[in-house]
C-alpha cells in the first residue's frame, strides 16, 4: 500500500497571506490527524478528522482550520500567516483512530 | 492527559555501541505505547509498539519493554548503526482517539 502523501512537501509564505496543505490517507483509512512540529514547542496536535467531520482539536487560534473529504483526502488551511506559523506539518493517517502513520510532512516557511 | 518525559540528548554514540533511550509516561488506564522515529527531513515513522504490560515490542534491532510498575517503555539496542542517527519518540496512546503527546524527543547520533 502508498503511505500517507502530502503535498506540497515545500511552502514558502509571506505574512499575512494565507496557505492549503493537503493530505492523502493510506488507502482503507478513514482518520487523519494534523500536527505542528517546530524547534521550539516540538511536535502539537492540530486536529483530527473522521469520516469528514472534525472529532478532535488543540489548542491553535481559529486561523487554523481544515476539512475532509467523502474519499479521507485531508486539506488544512491556515490564514493570515504570521512569522511563527513556520514549521514541519505532518499528516497522520489511522485505521482505526488508533495507531497513526505519518506522512512525510510539508515544510512551510513565512517571511 | 497523557505526558511523556525522555532525555532530550544529544546521545553521541560510537558506531556497534549500545544503546539505551529512556522514557517514562503518565496515563490515564492502561495505555498502549509507541516509539516513532524521524530521520532528518522526514516524518514520523512507527518503530514499535506493545499493547499491555510486560509485552515486548521489537523491530529493526530495536527492543522495548512495556513495563506498568515503573511506567516506563525504555528503548534499546543492542549495536547502533551510523544509520540509526535520528529523533525518536515515545508516546502513550489510550484507545478510541486521543491526541498522540508527545515528548522533546531523544536525538541520538552514531559515529563511524
Known amino acids: 500500500k502508498a503511505g500517507v502523501t502530502q503535498t506540497p512537501r515545500y511552502l514558502i509564505k509571506t505574512r499575512g497571506q494565507q496557505v492549503t496543505l493537503s493530505c492523502s490517507p493510506i488507502?482503507?483509512?478513514?482518520?487523519v490527524s494534523w500536527y505542528q512540529q517546530t524547534p521550539g514547542q516540538g511536535l502539537q496536535f492540530l486536529f483530527e478528522?473522521?469520516?469528514?467531520?472534525?472529532?478532535n482539536k488543540g489548542n491553535f487560534p481559529g486561523r487554523f482550520s481544515g476539512r475532509q473529504f467523502s474519499n479521507s483526502r485531508s486539506e488544512m488551511n491556515v490564514s493570515t500567516l504570521e512569522l511563527g506559523d513556520s514549521a514541519l506539518y505532518l499528516c497522520?493517517?489511522?485505521?482505526?483512530?488508533?495507531?497513526?502513520?505519518f506522512g512525510p510532512g510539508t515544510r512551510l516557511t513565512v517571511t | 492527559g497523557n505526558s511523556v518525559t525522555q532525555m532530550e540528548g544529544p546521545v553521541t554514540l560510537s558506531e556497534e555501541a549500545f544503546l539505551t533511550i529512556n522514557c517514562t509516561y503518565t496515563?490515564?488506564?492502561?495505555?498502549?505505547l509507541f516509539w516513532y522515529v524521524q530521520y532528518p527531513g522526514e516524518g514520523l515513522q512507527l518503530l514499535l509498539k506493545?499493547?499491555?504490560?510486560?509485552d515486548k515490542g521489537s523491530n529493526k534491532g530495536f527492543e522495548a519493554t512495556y513495563r506498568k510498575e515503573t511506567t516506563s517503555f525504555h528503548l534499546e539496542k543492542g549495536s547502533v548503526q551510523v544509520s540509526d542517527s535520528a529523533v525518536y519518540f515515545c508516546?502513550?496512546?489510550?484507545?478510541?482517539?486521543?491526541?498522540?503527546?508527545f515528548g522533546t524527543g531523544t536525538r541520538l547520533l552514531v559515529s563511524p
Open positions: 508516546t502513550p496512546m489510550n484507545t478510541g482517539f486521543q491526541k498522540l503527546v
Open positions: 478528522y473522521f469520516s469528514e467531520t472534525q472529532r
Open positions: 488507502s482503507g483509512h478513514r482518520s
Open positions: 506493545a499493547t499491555k504490560a510486560d
Open positions: 496515563a490515564t488506564g492502561y495505555p498502549s
Open positions: 497522520a493517517s489511522s485505521p482505526d483512530r488508533y495507531e497513526q502513520y
